[in-house]
């Protein structure tokens, strides 16, 4: 079945540093979805992508969709204490399934 | 701001044992989804329902599992014979294709 890798899997940076976690595809994607999961929660939609080479922004968070439709990152600039968590991508893997990536797990020390 | 609701927040049930686990989806959403999550793990996709009837569903939705909208604002999983690998948390999704879904808190089922 189709699958979506993410890396890096874990990621410990500074307070202020960015950070960068991509999303990679063998086949070509209808669309792009990410996701926040806090620790002890529950995946929170942040965005989804359509367009071949869309990129969006919410605040510190950008959000870019490849030229091919075959991966995706999001950049945080400036990281906070906040921003702690795992950051999935999902891809629609069939009409109504979408397909978690296997996500990044972020620690921003203080 | 509308939300999933789960129920219950936990549950602790016998090898064997079957559990029933509870969602009220977003009101004016059709589509709806259960995944589930291995401690640590990633999130699985486990079945969509549109329309009153499954959408689509994984391979780890075999014949233990099923689903019901029993009264039009419920959304059940049912796991028929609970194995200790079903241990995982729960979530319950809801979804109107425009955005991306919208996931309640989860069930942590705990299989002993």
């Known amino acids: 079945g189709q699958q979506v890798m993410q890396i890096p899997q874990y990621q410990h940076v500074q307070e202020g540093e960015d950070f960068t976690t991509y999303c990679n595809s063998s086949?070509?994607?209808?669309?792009i979805q990410w996701y926040k999961q806090r620790p002890g929660g529950h995946p929170v939609f942040l965005i989804q992508?359509?367009?071949?080479?869309e990129v969006k922004k919410q605040k510190r968070l950008t959000f870019q969709f490849g030229e091919a439709k075959k991966n995706s990152s999001l950049h945080i600039t400036a990281t906070q204490t906040t921003d702690v968590g795992t950051y999935f991508c999902a891809a629609l893997g069939g009409t109504y399934k979408y397909i978690f990536g296997t996500g990044t797990r972020l620690k921003v020390l203080a | 701001e509308p939300e999933v609701t789960q129920t219950p927040s936990h549950q602790v049930t016998q090898m064997g044992q079957e559990v029933i686990l509870r969602c009220v989806p977003i009101s004016n959403h059709l589509y709806f989804y259960w995944y589930r999550q291995i401690l640590g793990q990633k999130v699985e996709f486990l079945v969509s329902f549109y329309n009153n009837e499954i959408s689509e569903k994984s391979e780890i939705f075999d014949d233990q599992f099923s689903v019901e909208r029993p009264d039009g604002s419920n959304f059940t999983l049912k796991i028929r014979s609970t194995k200790l690998e079903d241990s995982a948390m729960y979530f319950c999704a809801s979804s109107d294709r425009i955005e991306g879904a919208f996931f309640g808190q989860g069930t942590r089922l705990t299989v002993v």
């Open positions: 992508l359509v367009k071949s080479g």
């Open positions: 086949t070509t994607l209808s669309n």
